[in-house]
T-cell receptor, first 114, second 110 residues
Framework: EPEVTQTPSHQVTQMGQEVILRCVPISNHLYFYWYRQILGQKVEFLVSFYNNEISEKSEIFDDQFSVERPDGSNFTLKIRSTKLEDSAMYFC????????????FGDGTRLSIL | KNEVEQSPQNLTAQEGEFITINCSYSVGISALHWLQQHPGGGIVSLFMLSSGKKKHGRLIATINIQEKHSSLHITASHPRDSAVYICAVEDGGSQGNLIFGKGTKLSVKP
């Protein structure tokens, strides 16, 4: 069965550095999402992406964050000038449509900011 | 903004027991999802439903739109069912993004 793959599985970065989290969604999916989960807390929506543009973003997704689909297969989340509070598990998800079929999640990238 | 509440937060059961996890939400939705999060952190979709009831193996999910309530049932529970079960909703006007509950940590003892 096709899977959403995320790399790296664990990223350790110094505070203030830029980090790029990578996702390869399922190939025929059209809707893409990033979520994050701070340790011990619930999963939170960051951003949704459709037709090569952001379709919705949360209050968390400020100017520090950006997303790209650079080559039609990868879907990246960039965090500029990371802060300690960015430490979390980041999940990518994709779906073939909206509101009809469930989202498929990657295994996540654990981001640790030192 | 939709508020998603789950109960109980933690649940310990003996193997073979029937388990129920509840979810309520505050605002009308287009769909409700039940997800399973493994100890390693990965998330798997179990059900997506907007009305009625769905069954997959030993898992059953129901939703009552009028009462804004859903339940996830596990029949004949097994230690491998131990995981965090998460309820998440899609608001009617959203682009499919999910609003999550805090999850229910289930531990099934042999």
């Amino acid at each position: 069965e096709p899977e959403v793959t995320q790399t790296p599985s664990h990223q350790v970065t110094q505070m203030g550095q830029e980090v790029i989290l990578r996702c390869v969604p399922i190939s025929n999916h059209l809707y893409f999402y990033w979520y994050r989960q701070i340790l011990g807390q619930k999963v939170e929506f960051l951003v949704s992406f459709y037709n090569n543009e952001i379709s919705e973003k949360s209050e968390i997704f400020d100017d520090q964050f950006s997303v790209e689909r650079p080559d039609g297969s990868n879907f990246t989340l960039k965090i500029r000038s990371t802060k300690l509070e960015d430490s979390a598990m980041y999940f990518c998800a994709s779906s073939p449509d909206r509101g009809v079929q469930p989202q498929h999640f990657g295994d996540g990238t654990r981001l640790s900011i030192l | 903004k939709n508020e998603v509440e789950q109960s109980p937060q933690n649940l310990t059961a003996q193997e073979g027991e029937f388990i129920t996890i509840n979810c309520s939400y505050s605002v009308g939705i287009s769909a409700l999802h039940w997800l399973q999060q493994h100890p390693g952190g990965g998330i798997v979709s179990l059900f997506m439903l907007s009305s009625g009831k769905k069954k997959h193996g030993r898992l059953i999910a129901t939703i009552n739109i009028q009462e804004k309530h859903s339940s996830l049932h596990i029949t004949a529970s097994h230690p491998r069912d131990s995981a965090v079960y998460i309820c998440a909703v899609e608001d009617g006007g959203s682009q499919g993004n999910l609003i999550f509950g805090k999850g229910t940590k289930l531990s099934v003892k042999p």
